[in-house]
């Protein structure tokens, strides 16, 4: 946490005056979202002047976040007056304006192990064109620091997440969108950046103040080339991986200061839409909260002529309310978040709210209310889900209480979660702090193909890992990779990065095995609680996993014969992304109490080495002649003034 | 003399085997005292297995080995215990003609002081005799062959053992008199692990010694033997550079090895000084300390060649012994090394002052390296400044053996000069002191 220290201050200053504003201003909407009973016997006069103020803040705000990159963007100035021009003409040209294009969603998922997974997605679509380095200056969804960024760096894609906890597959199935535990930035660059490393640096410096987090820390000792695992997801095939950087922080601790910064990004903030259930004392009392930023260049339509940007924010969310709920299983929005919706971002075309029902089709699991008519089919991570659809667009969806308290009561607690078909786990084997072994597990569930996964270890130079120790085996054998790309570290500089491509068999476990010798740092390289341990990113996974739509070989019911004999191409693999535990390593450490001791320990022995060997060296034998006595010399010297002989 | 020496050649390789095909291998292997960074045989292995996988070995930080020892491995992996052992047969047999050469040549110039009646009466006594001298260069080849250091060392399949028969070889080269051979094994062992360069010193004094051209700077035939010596060892270092350039088509090992041995970035505990000072050293005194402990180990081949010129074979043993003291990364098989030449020195134990508590010093060390390593390391119940304590020890006593030797060697000399019963000038019995 000590690393917030070097968010600027002027962004500090602006964001505590900003939060004062708004919260001036919205004092009268957050005290009814507070309380649904006032709500419900509000008028409807009171709602629309809601409305109206949760607008207007959300004017302000974009007109306020520009002046956070005053000192970047002097030229600006003139487009920043534009963009201040009085509010209504601003919401009332929304329409005029089909450039961009905002979108809000949430899908809740109830969990098998009784938790809820909450997930959130944001998008905005902006076709503008930062690529061809003419000046982009007029803003208006898009949030302005994150479009200044993007062209200054030459941002081809960007990704980054912050995530507290750590997903549990074998419980929770798989997530929408998979992140690491802690904080992990992958960034494309345009091939037009000649001193990719150097961008990097600067903008890893500038997310840490955007996030207030500390990306600062990231440098070359923890950010990797990978030449397989990440490609972009946007359009362009540029794939040479020299602008492509890696980096995680597996100890990066995600807090409300990381929210903050991420809510302003949206439109409306957080005054309006899906946005305003996101309350940081209920998001953080969670078992699992991730939080991420997509930026990507897509097609504008079909034939691809136009690009546009597409920045998607990701908030996930499990909330374990089985616990909290004294063993009742109910959940309900304001159970969740401790708010209700009352209205959609008026600044969004389209905000909705999914709820997977797929393992309720008859209601005899659940009930939820209000009920909707509303469904929708999806495949998702190859899986026909079923979705109940709220579109708050929609005047009627809010019903006659004028807000929307979603609720679920289990009947019953029977059923299985489809078990996800890839599943790895990671552990650090053998005792002592000399060496040690990684050990990676991955499980293919699949129970009759086997498919290729793509693991990415990215390792810190502090453990040595030995590549001729790499085993890899499933059911007993050797597994020999097909492809191993292999970049070993240098102390203080860059970590090991070993990426593989393995077959994993059907129905198997695949172990990969590599040893690493423990390295003794220097006293000043050690966290300040080295005992601590030492944290290692998550191993990726990448892979096309068969779908479980696919596998479902006498699907007879639905489809007619002729259709059903091949396999439908698109449905059949789908890709996965997941993150192993990050692992804890301790380090043998010096004793950090006595560097002057051992300098000056050491010294002395160097100096008996010396001293000995100089004294050998200058100097001759000689015979040992008896000092006289003292009073026998002053005697002599007495003697010698009389003029006598001296005493022998 | 053959027949106990290969006697002791079959007990050494017995033993040797034996280890070898015992679970004590992969212990050995991974102590700490026996291999360091720059000569573990894992690592010479990971450097076999990047390269295998394209990967140049020197792109990281595993690999310290110089090309040559890949080009050797490339085709000996699978003998690797072969060769090793091997390596320490040659070292052996190399320190025992060597001895039995220099051996013979302190027996003529001891009859060339005794027939000129150079030496005082009554240091007759001093005179070795060759009955003495008969055994001692068997002794040398079996302190080295059955010396526990020597036979962990090659047990763990360290490089160290042949970095040792390359500076024997060019011991034995020496003495008998080949200086073309002596300056290439010298620059080999050079490019090995930069320390042996001041061995140049004694080989050049000796060789100087042995075709009666005095060391004085006014005479033309010193500068131009000078000038020959020089110019074969650098003309086979440079060859065997270039040859190492063209192996692997890149300047990547220089840094990678002689920049790993002169910065000391692994801080690895081992025997040595190097890795708990600069570990916890500031940071910006590192590169003054860097430097003052790196030319610590140079300087002294000054000052010792100017007292040792007479005597250049112990001159070789001094400079053996202060580059395994004060290397950047010492193990037992550097230590070994300039044991093996202690039975070359038996005239010497009458002055010797305190070699009972340096061995015995010495022996309780080795004996704790392994038991405070376990408490730090294993049980957690120590912490690094008690393995720290013990090297500091153990170097201290290395230290005090090295001097000692020295003082008795010049005390020796002194009292071949001067008579062995020195009398005051009153002629009461006299003490030698050093003034």
Same mark, same amino acid.
């Given at each position: 946490?000590?690393?917030?220290?070097?968010?600027?201050?002027?962004?500090?200053?602006i964001l505590c005056s900003l939060t004062f504003l708004i919260a001036t201003n919205t004092h009268e909407t957050t005290s009814t979202s507070e309380h649904p009973d006032k709500a419900?016997?509000?008028?409807?006069?009171?709602?629309?002047?809601?409305?109206?103020?949760?607008?207007? *803040?959300?004017?302000?705000?974009?007109?306020?976040?520009?002046?956070?990159?005053?000192?970047?963007?002097?030229?600006?100035?003139?487009?920043?007056?534009?963009?201040?021009? *009085?509010?209504?003409?601003?919401?009332?040209?929304?329409?005029?304006?089909?450039?961009?294009?905002?979108?809000?969603?949430?899908?809740?998922?109830?969990?098998?192990?009784?938790?809820?997974?909450?997930?959130?997605?944001?998008?905005?679509?902006?076709?503008?064109?930062?690529?061809?380095?003419?000046?982009?200056?007029?803003?208006?969804?898009?949030?302005?620091?994150?479009?200044?960024?993007?062209?200054?760096?030459?941002?081809?894609?960007?990704?980054?997440?912050?995530?507290?906890? %750590?997903?549990?597959?074998?419980?929770?199935?798989?997530?929408?969108?998979?992140? *690491?535990?802690?904080?992990?930035?992958?960034?494309?660059?345009?091939?037009?950046?000649?001193?990719?490393?150097?961008?990097?640096?600067?903008?890893?410096?500038?997310?840490?103040?955007?996030?207030?987090?500390?990306?600062?820390?990231?440098?070359?000792?923890?950010?990797?080339? /990978?030449?397989?695992?990440?490609?972009?997801?946007?359009?362009?095939?540029?794939?040479?991986?020299?602008?492509?950087?890696?980096?995680?922080?597996?100890? +990066?601790?995600?807090?409300?200061?990381?929210?903050?910064?991420?809510?302003?990004?949206?439109?409306?903030?957080?005054?309006?839409?899906?946005?305003?259930?996101?309350?940081? +004392?209920?998001?953080?009392?969670?078992?699992?909260?991730?939080?991420?930023?997509?930026?990507?260049?897509?097609?504008?339509? !079909?034939?691809?002529?136009?690009?546009?940007?597409?920045?998607?924010?990701?908030?996930?969310?499990?909330?374990?309310?089985?616990?909290?709920?004294?063993?009742?299983?109910?959940?309900?929005?304001?159970?969740?978040?401790?708010?209700?919706?009352?209205?959609?971002?008026?600044?969004?075309?389209?905000?909705?709210? %999914?709820?997977?029902?797929?393992?309720?089709?008859?209601?005899?699991?659940?009930?939820?209310? *209000?009920?909707?008519?509303?469904?929708?089919?999806?495949?998702?991570?190859?899986?026909?889900?079923?979705?109940?659809?709220?579109?708050?667009?929609?005047?009627?969806?809010?019903?006659?209480?004028?807000?929307?308290?979603?609720?679920?009561?289990?009947?019953?607690?029977?059923?299985?979660?489809?078990?996800?078909?890839?599943?790895?786990?990671?552990?650090?084997?053998?005792?002592?702090?000399?060496?040690g072994e990684i050990h990676t597990l991955m499980y293919n569930y699949h129970p009759f193909r086997s498919f290729p996964i793509l693991l990415l270890d990215s390792v810190p130079w502090?453990?040595?890992?030995?590549?001729?120790?790499?085993?890899?085996?499933?059911?007993?054998?050797?597994?020999?990779? !097909?492809?191993?790309?292999?970049? /070993?570290?240098?102390?203080?500089?860059?970590?090991?990065?070993?990426?593989?491509?393995?077959?994993?068999?059907?129905? !198997?476990?695949?172990?990969?095995?590599?040893?690493?010798?423990?390295?003794?740092?220097?006293?000043?390289? %050690?966290?300040?609680?080295?005992?601590?341990?030492?944290?290692?990113?998550? !191993?990726?996974?990448?892979?096309?996993?068969?779908?479980?739509?696919?596998?479902?070989?006498?699907?007879?019911?639905?489809?007619?014969?002729?259709?059903?004999?091949?396999?439908?191409?698109?449905?059949?693999?789908?890709?996965?992304?997941?993150?192993?535990?990050?692992?804890?390593?301790?380090?043998?450490?010096?004793?950090?109490?006595? /560097? %002057?001791?051992?300098?000056?320990?050491?010294?002395?022995?160097?100096?008996?080495?010396?001293?000995?060997?100089?004294?050998?060296?200058? #100097?001759?034998?000689?015979?040992?002649?008896?000092?006289?006595?003292?009073?026998?010399?002053?005697?002599?010297?007495?003697?010698?003034? #009389?003029?006598?002989?001296?005493?022998? | 003399?053959?027949?106990?020496?290969?006697?002791?050649?079959?007990?050494?390789?017995?033993?040797? =085997?034996?280890?070898?095909?015992?679970?004590?291998?992969?212990?050995?292997?991974?102590?700490?005292?026996?291999?360091?960074?720059?000569?573990?045989?894992?690592?010479?292995?990971?450097?076999?297995?990047?390269?295998?996988?394209?990967?140049?070995?020197?792109?990281?930080?595993?690999?310290?080995?110089?090309?040559?020892?890949?080009?050797?491995?490339?085709?000996?992996?699978?003998?690797?215990?072969?060769?090793?052992?091997?390596?320490?047969?040659?070292?052996?047999?190399?320190?025992?003609?060597?001895? &039995?050469?220099?051996?013979?040549?302190?027996?003529?110039?001891?009859?060339?002081?005794?027939?000129?009646?150079?030496?005082?009466?009554?240091?007759?006594?001093?005179?070795?005799?060759?009955?003495?001298?008969?055994?001692?260069?068997?002794?040398?080849?079996?302190?080295?062959?059955?010396?526990?250091?020597?036979?962990?060392?090659?047990?763990?399949?360290?490089?160290?053992?042949?970095?040792?028969?390359?500076? $024997?070889?060019?011991?034995?080269?020496?003495?008998?008199?080949?200086?073309?051979?002596?300056?290439?094994?010298?620059?080999?062992?050079?490019?090995?692990?930069?320390?042996?360069?001041?061995?140049? $010193?004694?080989?050049?004094?000796?060789?100087?010694?042995?075709?009666?051209?005095?060391?004085?700077?006014?005479?033309?035939?010193?500068?131009?033997?000078?000038? &020959?010596?020089?110019?074969?060892?650098?003309?086979?270092?440079?060859?065997?550079?270039?040859?190492?350039?063209?192996?692997?088509?890149?300047?990547?090992?220089?840094?990678?090895?002689?920049?790993?041995?002169?910065?000391?970035?692994?801080?690895?505990?081992?025997?040595?000084?190097?890795?708990?000072?600069?570990?916890?050293?500031?940071?910006?005194?590192?590169?003054?300390?860097?430097?003052?402990?790196?030319?610590?180990?140079?300087?002294?081949?000054?000052?010792?060649?100017?007292?040792?010129?007479?005597?250049?074979?112990?001159?070789?043993?001094?400079?053996? =012994?202060?580059?395994?003291?004060?290397?950047?990364?010492?193990?037992?098989?550097?230590?070994?090394?300039?044991?093996?030449?202690?039975?070359?020195?038996?005239?010497?134990?009458?002055?010797?002052?305190?070699?009972?508590?340096?061995?015995?010093?010495?022996? $309780?060390?080795?004996?704790?390296?392994?038991?405070?390593?376990h408490l730090w390391i294993y049980s957690g119940s120590a912490n690094s400044n008690f393995y720290y304590a013990i090297t500091l020890l153990f170097n201290v006593a290395q230290i005090?053996?090295?001097?000692?030797?020295?003082?008795?060697?010049?005390?020796?000399?002194?009292?071949?000069?001067?008579?062995?019963?020195?009398?005051?000038?009153?002629?009461?019995?006299?003490?030698?002191?050093?003034?």
């Amino acid at each position: 946490m000590a690393a917030r220290r070097n968010i600027p201050v002027g962004l500090l200053f602006i964001l505590c005056s900003l939060t004062f504003l708004i919260a001036t201003n919205t004092h009268e909407t957050t005290s009814t979202s507070e309380h649904p009973d006032k709500a419900v016997n509000l008028p409807e006069k009171s709602t629309e002047t809601g409305g109206q103020t949760t607008e207007q *803040p959300a004017v302000e705000e974009r007109q306020w976040e520009p002046t956070e990159f005053q000192e970047e963007t002097v030229n600006d100035a003139a487009a920043e007056k534009q963009d201040a021009t *009085p509010p209504e003409t601003t919401t009332t040209s929304a329409g005029a304006h089909p450039k961009d294009d905002f979108q809000e969603e949430l899908v809740i998922r109830p969990l098998q192990s009784g938790d809820v997974y909450a997930s959130f997605q944001f998008r905005t679509l902006w076709e503008t064109d930062f690529m061809k380095g003419n000046k982009v200056s007029h803003y208006r969804l898009f949030p302005k620091s994150l479009g200044q960024v993007i062209s200054k760096f030459s941002v081809r894609e960007l990704h980054i997440s912050f995530t507290q906890g %750590y997903w549990r597959t074998m419980q929770w199935g798989q997530p929408f969108m998979p992140s *690491p535990p802690g904080a992990e930035l992958w960034v494309w660059f345009q091939d037009s950046v000649t001193d990719v490393d150097g961008t990097w640096k600067e903008l890893t410096n500038v997310l840490s103040g955007i996030f207030c987090a500390s990306l600062n820390f990231i440098d070359s000792t923890n950010t990797v080339q /990978p030449s397989a695992s990440f490609k972009p997801l946007g359009i362009g095939n540029v794939t040479d991986h020299r602008f492509l950087r890696y980096a995680t922080l597996p100890r +990066e601790i995600v807090c409300t200061e990381n929210l903050t910064p991420w809510k302003k990004l949206l439109p409306c903030g957080s005054k309006a839409g899906l946005a305003v259930l996101m309350k940081s +004392e209920k998001l953080f009392h969670s078992s699992f909260h991730s939080q991420a930023v997509h930026i990507r260049p897509v097609c504008q339509d !079909s034939e691809c002529t136009t690009t546009s940007w597409e920045l998607r924010q990701t908030l996930n969310v499990v909330f374990d309310l089985h616990t909290s709920g004294q063993g009742k299983r109910e959940w309900s929005l304001f159970k969740m978040f401790s708010r209700t919706l009352t209205e959609a971002c008026p600044l969004a075309s389209s905000s909705k709210i %999914y709820i997977d029902i797929t393992d309720n089709p008859q209601g005899e699991q659940f009930e939820l209310t *209000p009920a909707t008519h509303l469904l929708s089919q999806a495949v998702v991570l190859g899986d026909r889900r079923t979705f109940s659809v709220y579109d708050l667009t929609e005047a009627n969806t809010f019903g006659s209480m004028r807000s929307l308290n979603l609720l679920i009561r289990w009947k019953s607690s029977e059923g299985d979660m489809l078990r996800p078909l890839l599943h790895a786990e990671r552990y650090v084997a053998g005792y002592g702090l000399q060496t040690g072994e990684i050990h990676t597990l991955m499980y293919n569930y699949h129970p009759f193909r086997s498919f290729p996964i793509l693991l990415l270890d990215s390792v810190p130079w502090y453990l040595r890992l030995y590549i001729h120790t790499l085993t890899v085996t499933s059911k007993g054998k050797d597994n020999k990779p !097909s492809y191993i790309h292999y970049q /070993p570290s240098k102390d203080r500089v860059r970590p090991h990065l070993l990426e593989m491509l393995v077959q994993l068999p059907p129905n !198997s476990v695949t172990e990969v095995t590599v040893q690493f010798e423990r390295a003794l740092l220097k006293w000043t390289e %050690y966290t300040p609680d080295p005992n601590h341990g030492f944290y290692v990113g998550s !191993s990726v996974i990448s892979a096309l996993v068969p779908s479980m739509v696919a596998m479902d070989t006498n699907n007879t019911k639905e489809r007619p014969l002729f259709s059903s004999f091949f396999p439908c191409k698109e449905e059949s693999s789908y890709f996965v992304r997941i993150y192993t535990e990050p692992l804890l390593v301790n380090l043998p450490t010096p004793d950090f109490s006595m /560097p %002057y001791n051992v300098i000056c320990l050491t010294c002395t022995v160097v100096a008996v080495g010396y001293g000995s060997l100089y004294n050998l060296l200058t #100097r001759s034998f000689q015979i040992e002649e008896p000092n006289p006595r003292l009073a026998k010399r002053i005697a002599n010297v007495i003697r010698r003034l #009389r003029g006598v002989p001296p005493l022998a | 003399m053959a027949a106990p020496l290969t006697v002791v050649l079959i007990v050494a390789v017995t033993v040797r =085997a034996c280890l070898f095909r015992s679970s004590l291998a992969d212990l050995i292997a991974e102590r700490v005292e026996v291999v360091s960074p720059l000569n573990a045989w894992k690592r010479v292995v990971e450097g076999l297995a990047l390269l295998d996988l394209g990967v140049s070995p020197y792109s990281g930080d595993v690999f310290h080995e110089t090309p040559l020892i890949i080009y050797l491995f490339h085709f000996l992996v699978d003998y690797a215990e072969i060769t090793f052992m091997l390596a320490d047969v040659i070292t052996a047999v190399a320190l025992y003609y060597a001895v &039995q050469d220099y051996n013979t040549q302190v027996l003529r110039q001891q009859k060339f002081a005794l027939e000129a009646e150079r030496l005082p009466l009554d240091s007759l006594e001093l005179i070795r005799s060759p009955r003495q001298m008969y055994y001692i260069p068997l002794k040398v080849a079996m302190v080295y062959l059955l010396n526990p250091f020597t036979v962990l060392s090659c047990v763990a399949k360290s490089t160290c053992g042949l970095n040792n028969a390359i500076v $024997a070889l060019f011991i034995l080269s020496t003495i008998k008199k080949n200086a073309l051979l002596s300056a290439i094994f010298l620059a080999l062992s050079t490019y090995q692990s930069i320390y042996p360069v001041t061995l140049c $010193a004694p080989a050049v004094l000796y060789l100087l010694q042995r075709q009666y051209i005095p060391v004085n700077v006014r005479w033309a035939s010193f500068w131009w033997f000078l000038l &020959q010596y020089a110019f074969m060892y650098l003309g086979s270092l440079f060859v065997i550079i270039c040859l190492s350039f063209f192996l692997l088509g890149s300047w990547d090992y220089l840094p990678s090895v002689y920049g790993f041995i002169l910065s000391v970035p692994d801080l690895t505990p081992n025997i040595g000084l190097f890795w708990y000072f600069f570990a916890e050293m500031f940071e910006h005194f590192r590169l003054f300390f860097l430097c003052v402990f790196q030319i610590n180990v140079f300087f002294y081949t000054i000052p010792l060649s100017i007292k040792l010129k007479e005597h250049p074979v112990f001159l070789i043993f001094m400079q053996l =012994a202060v580059i395994s003291i004060f290397k950047s990364y010492p193990t037992v098989g550097d230590i070994a090394l300039y044991m093996s030449f202690l039975p070359v020195w038996s005239h010497l134990h009458r002055f010797l002052r305190n070699i009972f508590l340096v061995s015995c010093v010495l022996l $309780a060390c080795s004996a704790l390296f392994p038991v405070l390593w376990h408490l730090w390391i294993y049980s957690g119940s120590a912490n690094s400044n008690f393995y720290y304590a013990i090297t500091l020890l153990f170097n201290v006593a290395q230290i005090l053996l090295v001097s000692d030797y020295f003082y008795a060697f010049l005390r020796r000399e002194h009292h071949l000069t001067y008579g062995l019963y020195l009398k005051r000038k009153d002629g009461s019995e006299a003490t030698l002191v050093l003034k």
